[in-house]
């Protein structure tokens, strides 16, 4: 199947100004682009609501009215209620805040599991409140083989004393979509609170987070075409009796409220239920078979590639259309820097994900990222294959 059969990716690329430029943007894991919808929304915010939130006045009270509207639309977007939402500035804030808060909770020598595959945003904060409290963390490894989390090592770490799993609900490294639901009943059946990184998988595949029986579930609306800004669902009986730093006149209501401090971003609220909105239009059905397509040709087209290696899963299940290279065994910044020079934006370096990096040898050097979104075509993933195949050739 060619990718436009599944998607009307001209009328998606339309929406995004930045999309007219004759630049390839594979570099969506990093962050994506936003349509025009999300730009008017920030804009529209500070025209026409700039204030401070529950006034007597006219931009307070559309302030105060974005601000409930984007906890609707992130408890929509997470499967969440709205009084499970707290808003930040980005995800490693809220969950450093989080892990805070959790490990005040906790006794010495009691256990944290975090994974091999997670961005370090859901590995450091457990590492410094471990320190912090003498806490015990392990670590669940990875396959290197397929670049999977291996769960059922994960499970073999689970015991009386474990009180938080950490993982990821896909790598932003690799791909690769680990078993939520089975980590979340493991995690539980230990009687441990089971708390994932959404950020990766938000643009690719819905987050359900109440489904999913996650206690904790955190996401940033910059990768998912909105601004940059964090959001945390918290379980509604967690965000209620887990301690929170608050000034002394803020509302404890509604509970997930309690761990935002000071005044948020309301442009990037107005924004961030814009970019939810633009998702419902789309759809996740549409997103999905538009990104297995292209994730497909890109395979097909790399087997074809000489010098290029892959790392991690080699088919289209199982992952989001992320793609880890070692390019004719080169420094990953030239084979980036020639790309920037043909028009192709992508990243390179350990994306933050020291964990899988670690296990698959690339902590020095890192590698090529390669990230598809929604609004990806056929041309680009040809264009950029072309692009890999002349560097390599080149070496
Ligand atoms: C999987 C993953 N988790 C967490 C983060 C950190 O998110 P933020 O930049 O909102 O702190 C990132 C950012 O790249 C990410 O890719």
Known sequence: MR????????????RFPALARPLAYLDGPGGSQVPE???????????????????????????????????????????????????????????????????????????????????????????????????????????????????????????????????????????SIPDAARIAAAAHAAGALAWADGVHLAPHRPLRRAELGLDVLLCSPYKFFGPHAGVAA????????????????????????????????????????????????????????HETALAGRFLDGLARVPRVELYGIRGVEGRTPTFCLNVGGLDPRHVTTELAAAGIQAWDGDYYAPGPMRALGLHDRGAVRIGLLHYNTDAEVDRVLSALEAVARAA
């Open 3 to 14: 990718a436009s059969e599944a998607l009307d990716v001209a009328a998606v690329r339309a």
């Open 37 to 175: 919808d999300v730009i008017e929304a920030i804009g529209a915010c500070l025209r026409d609501a700039n204030s401070n939130l529950d006034g007597a006045f006219a931009t307070s009270t559309a302030a105060t009215a974005i601000v409930a509207r984007a906890r609707e639309a992130a408890a929509r977007f997470t499967g969440s209620a709205p009084e499970e939402i707290a808003f930040g500035p980005n995800m490693t804030t809220l969950n450093f805040l989080l892990a805070h808060a959790v490990a005040r909770t906790l006794a010495p020598g009691e256990e944290i599991v975090v994974t091999d595959l997670d961005h370090d945003a859901n590995v450091s904060p457990w590492l410094i409140v471990a320190a912090d409290h003498d806490l015990v963390v392990r670590h669940a490894p990875i396959r290197t083989e397929d670049g999977t989390l291996d769960e059922d090592a994960l499970e073999g770490l689970l015991g009386p004393r474990t009180r938080v799993v950490a993982f990821t609900l896909a790598s932003n490294a690799l791909g």
């Open 234 to 289: 918290i379980r509604r009986e967690l965000a209620e009796t887990l301690p929170a730093d608050r000034v002394r006149p803020a509302s404890e209501d509604p509970p997930g409220h309690r761990f935002e401090t000071g005044t948020q971003s309301h442009e990037a609220l107005a924004g961030t239920t814009a970019a939810i909105a633009y998702m419902a239009g789309v759809g996740y059905d549409a997103i999905e078979a």
